[in-house]
Each structure stands twice: as C-alpha cells, then as structure tokens.
T-cell receptor, first 111, second 114 residues
Framework: SQKIEQNSEALNIQEGKTATLTCNYT??????LQWYRQDPGRGPVFLLL?????KEKRKERLKVTFDTTLKQSLFHITASQPADSATYLCALAGGYQKVTFGTGTKLQVIP | DADVTQTPRNRITKTGKRIMLECSQT?????MYWYRQDPGLGLRLIYY???????NKGEISDGYSVSRQAQAKFSLSLESAIPNQTALYFCATSDSRGTGETQYFGPGTRLLVL
C-alpha cells in the first residue's frame, strides 16, 4: 500500500539556521509533491508544489527538492525564524487522483 | 482561509446523536473533500466529491455520509455519533483546472463525542 513517511519527532533548531525536513514515500508514483504548513488548531496552508520532472523549487526562504529515484523530498527553510515554528506536511498527488498526506513534522525554531 | 468556511467550529455531542458539519466555499472550485485529523495519524480522507453529481468514499468513510448540495456546499453527517469519532474535521477544496490538486482548507471543526 502507499506510504508516506515524515519524521514524527519534532525538529528543534536555532534561529537563523537552515531547517531541513524529509518526506519519503513508497508504492507511489506521484505526479506532484506538495508541502503545507499547519499551525495548532488551524487548517493546513499550501506552501509549494513540485512536479515529478522538477528537481528543485524555491520560494523566498523555502526550497523543495524532489528525487523520484530515491522517492524522497527535502524541504528547507533558510534563515529560520521563530515564526516558522509549525507542523509541516508533505502530500502526494498522482495525476488527477486525490491527495495523500503525510503525518507531518513539527518544527520548533528557538530564539 | 476565509474562502472556505466551516460550521460549527466546535461541537460537543452525545453518543448516538446525529450531527451535521457544513462546509461552504467561495473559491469557485469544483472539488471538495472532508478529512479528519487525529494526533499521530495525520489527515485521513473521509469522502470527496469532484463535482455536484459525484461522491466518492475515502479511506475511512464508515459511520459517515455526505451531501453535495451545490458546487459551493458539501456537508458531512455522522448518523449516530460514537466517541472514536472525536477529532478535528477539515473541509478542503481544489480546482480541477489548477495544478497538482492543491488543497485549500477551512478552519476546521473540533468535535467531541461523549
């Protein structure tokens, strides 16, 4: 069955450093991979989308890589700030199929 | 996202009661979804609808039903609520004309079944 794995342990980093979150998947050939941010008690908010034929995507301080051979995506936040503290979800979509979400990784940026 | 609204935002009910959660959107999207979120289990899809006449079961549809009353409205019903349906429920939309099924979520409904 399809499986998406994100590190369930919280990631604590110092303000100003680069945070790197990992998303691994198995039994899936996604056409798209997405990253969302979720704050406590609120709905996820879309951040970035990367297609299967793209290696890297950037948006301001955010960078996403997508390696379909390794079946892995890395999500980077450079120059992290306490306001970046949240849970980050990766999600996979294949063509016109529904989206499947990972369980998320909680990021805590320490001032 | 103010374009996707959910009512009620919080609800406490008793076992066996029927309850309806409502979702409305002004984004003009054709696709709508209901998810539940539980600690450690992430977002799980309950039902989804790709247009007004289309209803599909997700991975955890047992004990739930839905109605797509219009393109902008998608309601979720618990016919006879049970305590393990206590969770945070999210409605989401996407646009089939868009890219990659990007999902736009409502603020959520926190449901407690006693």
């Amino acid at each position: 069955s399809q499986k998406i794995e994100q590190n369930s342990e919280a990631l604590n980093i110092q303000e100003g450093k680069t945070a790197t979150l990992t998303c691994n998947y198995t039994n899936y050939s996604p056409a798209y991979l997405q990253w969302y941010r979720q704050d406590p008690g609120r709905g996820p908010v879309f951040l970035l989308l990367i297609r299967e034929n793209e290696k890297e995507k950037r948006k301001e301080r955010l960078k996403v890589t997508f390696d379909t051979t390794l079946k892995q995506s890395l999500f980077h936040i450079t120059a992290s700030q306490p306001a970046d503290s949240a849970t980050y979800l990766c999600a996979l979509a294949g063509g016109y199929q529904k989206v499947t979400f990972g369980t998320g990784t909680k990021l805590q940026v320490i001032p | 996202d103010a374009d996707v609204t959910q009512t009620p935002r919080n609800r406490i009910t008793k076992t066996g009661k029927r309850i309806m959660l409502e979702c409305s959107q002004t984004k003009g999207h054709d696709r709508m979804y209901w998810y539940r979120q539980d600690p450690g289990l992430g977002l799980r899809l309950i039902y989804y609808s790709f247009d007004v006449k289309d209803i599909n079961k997700g991975e955890i549809s047992d004990g739930y039903s839905v109605s797509r009353q219009a393109q902008a409205k998608f309601s979720l019903s618990l016919e006879s609520a049970i305590p393990n349906q206590t969770a945070l429920y999210f409605c989401a939309t996407s646009d089939s004309r868009g890219t990659g099924e990007t999902q736009y979520f409502g603020p959520g409904t926190r449901l407690l079944v006693l």
